[in-house]
């Protein structure tokens, strides 16, 4: 039984205790009876509120870190250089590529690929038989 649930029935049964005193003509003691469960109840839900905005912030946290990770940015950019294989390129970037084209002519095999982020910024990169050749991008950050 989750402990939340007992301290439910904790200070419901308070609030009860107040009632009886109140009906057997104890006024005072039904007032601290009721009063207790009633501070009881509220702090329970604000705990419980605390705890499920905690996990929301924590998941939304998450979200933004794993939507960052994969954003293409001007430093990633920077850092990709010729020669690399596409498997480099995509461990920087954090995701792999859209497959733009493809074309296998003399012995060269030519691969374009492109990442794109959500405000249309992007990046494109030609690899010839699995090196990097040329890349370029437009309005990254």
Request: glycine share 8%.
């Amino acid at each position: 039984m989750p402990t939340q649930y007992l301290r439910y029935g904790v200070y419901i049964a308070l609030m009860a205790l107040g009632v009886v005193a109140y009906l057997r003509g104890k006024k005072i003691s039904a007032v601290i009876a009721c009063l207790l469960g009633l501070v009881g109840l509220v702090g329970v839900f604000v705990v419980n509120y605390d705890n499920e905005t905690d996990k929301l912030i924590a998941q939304t946290d998450k979200l933004i870190a794993q939507i960052e990770a994969e954003r293409v940015t001007m430093q990633k950019y920077s850092r990709i250089q010729e020669r690399m294989t596409y498997e480099q390129v995509q461990s920087i970037i954090g995701h792999p590529g859209e497959e733009l084209s493809r074309t296998n002519i003399a012995g060269y095999r030519t691969v374009m690929y492109s990442w794109t982020n959500s405000n249309g910024s992007n990046m494109n990169a030609m690899f010839q038989n699995g090196r990097l050749v040329s890349k370029a991008q437009f309005g990254l950050l």
